[in-house]
């Protein structure tokens, strides 16, 4: 309702939502992937319409202007808008991506006190020794699968650097379930199944690791996630529960698994643009930064966002319902050609000096890093990108043997079918102490 200059109350103007056709489009999702919201806006033309998936009403949407109304914290929550499946293999349950107000602050407040320019450094220098020592095994191999070996060293880096004991013994378990946590959002069963038995396994390993901190067994150091994820207190004073914190200690470390996809694209990015491989070994104009960004703006990762209507609303005279669940492309936001020149060229150099919006590069969410729901793992995920790709130019030669390097957008998330091969390695110099990053110490995007 509205009011006229007399202030006589009046009807909204109410325009309709494009819709699309059929009953529910759950399985045409699963069957297209990234393709599928980016088709069916371009069938509609329109940047916003309405479907069924899973059974729910909902409505769909792309672009910068929609983004920054997705991430307002007035009008949309995330409680209750990730599918249950998701919860239980990927996310988890009780953790930050569902929170909202001022319990999701206060949370993301204790994910941000991780992630300083000391911890930042630490980081980096964990997954280079990490990478190294890998590196220096592969001389001695005939071929290596660099995209299974990146998880592994990932995951190692990632629990050194969280202050999370393990034993050697337990390196390939603890891989494979990150791994299949973060394969299993892609709408297949048998995926999805592995990923929550994955999940299951790691939280109670995770828990135990929290009693015994709590209990003194355990000492990490007081600045890891370990010790302020085990010690951190809910608005009430207590402790998070110890479900809880499994949960939000996971979070601290497993998105750097999402780095070795991106780091894949990277090198599948130099050998598919020759000219960066160059660029990326002189980095003027720190380079890197650029190439590691436009490697997350093109390849593909994470298809969409889910959140749910706080309270009703107008926007554009298209009326919001209360509860109603809303799905932000993020993909095809990357690539929306009102915000991006020639969006689907590689172009590294656009980054440059780039004063662009936050919600038109949405790579692992959008928005403000303190008070909304930006992902605070693209920092580490970043800094270890860069770390890497300065790494392989710097420090190592490779051959890659003939194989299908060619990748699904039906599959999400994906990856070169080969996993990318890499023979003949060769470390080029024994020490890594050159090997140095200017430590950001603003957000990234």
Same mark, same amino acid.
């Given at each position: 309702m509205g009011r006229n200059k007399k202030g006589m109350t009046q009807m909204k103007v109410q325009k309709p939502i494009p819709k699309t056709d059929g009953l529910d489009h759950t399985l045409t999702l699963i069957d297209q992937g990234f393709h599928f919201l980016p088709n069916m806006r371009k069938e509609l033309g329109s940047d916003i319409f309405e479907t069924r998936l899973m059974g729910k009403k909902t409505v769909c949407m792309a672009g910068k202007e929609a983004a920054e109304m997705f991430y307002d914290n007035a009008i949309?929550?995330?409680? !209750?808008?990730?599918?249950?499946?998701?919860?239980?293999?990927?996310?988890?349950?009780?953790?930050?991506?569902?929170?909202? #107000?001022?319990?999701?602050?206060?949370?993301?407040r204790m994910h941000l006190s991780l992630i300083t320019p000391e911890r930042l450094e630490d980081m980096k220098n964990i997954a280079v020794n990490e990478l190294d020592a890998k590196a220096k095994s592969w001389e001695n191999k005939k071929q290596v699968v660099l995209f299974d070996e990146l998880r592994e060293i990932l995951n190692r880096a990632g629990l050194k650097w969280a202050g999370v004991p393990f034993e050697e013994k337990e390196v390939r378990a603890r891989t494979e379930e990150l791994s299949n946590m973060v394969d299993s959002f892609g709408g297949s069963v048998s995926r999805f199944r592995q990923g929550k038995?994955?999940?299951?396994?790691?939280e109670k390993w995770l828990k135990n690791i929290i009693e015994d901190i709590r209990t !003194?067994?355990?000492k990490p150091p007081e600045y890891t996630s370990a010790y302020i994820v085990?010690?951190?207190?809910?608005?009430? #004073?207590?402790?998070?529960?110890?479900?809880?914190?499994?949960?939000e200690l996971n979070n601290t470390y497993r998105p750097l698994i999402a780095a070795a996809y991106f780091i894949i694209f990277g090198a599948l990015a130099m050998h598919e643009y020759p000219d960066s491989y160059q660029k990326l070994k002189e980095d003027k104009d720190s380079y890197s930064h650029m190439f590691a960004q436009e490697v997350r703006r093109f390849y593909p990762f994470a298809p969409a966002m889910a959140a749910k209507v706080k309270k009703s609303f107008y926007w554009h005279d298209y009326h919001f319902k209360k509860d109603q669940l809303v799905v932000l492309d993020l993909y095809g936001t990357n690539r929306h050609p009102d915000d991006w020149e020639s969006p689907e060229e590689f172009r590294p150099e656009r980054f440059k000096d780039w004063q662009g919006s936050p919600f038109s590069f949405l790579p692992q969410g959008g928005g403000d890093f303190h008070?909304?729901?930006?992902?605070?793992?693209?920092w580490l995920t970043v800094m270890v990108m860069r770390t890497f790709f300065k790494y392989f130019v710097n420090h190592m030669t490779f051959e890659l043997p003939k194989q299908d390097l060619s990748f699904s957008l039906e599959r999400m998330p994906t990856i070169p079918k080969s996993h990318f091969i890499i023979q003949n390695v060769k470390r080029t110099k024994d020490s890594v102490?050159?090997?140095?990053?200017?430590?950001?110490?603003?957000?990234?995007?």
């Open positions: 949309f929550k995330r409680k !209750g808008a990730a599918p249950l499946p998701l919860k239980k293999s990927l996310l988890g349950q009780g953790g930050v991506h569902g929170l909202d #107000g001022e319990k999701h602050r206060q949370r993301k038995r994955a999940r299951d396994k790691h !003194g067994k355990i085990a010690n951190h207190r809910e608005p009430s #004073g207590k402790l998070l529960s110890v479900q809880t914190a499994a949960v008070i909304g729901h930006r992902c605070a793992g693209e102490k050159d090997l140095e990053l200017h430590v950001q110490t603003r957000p990234v995007i």
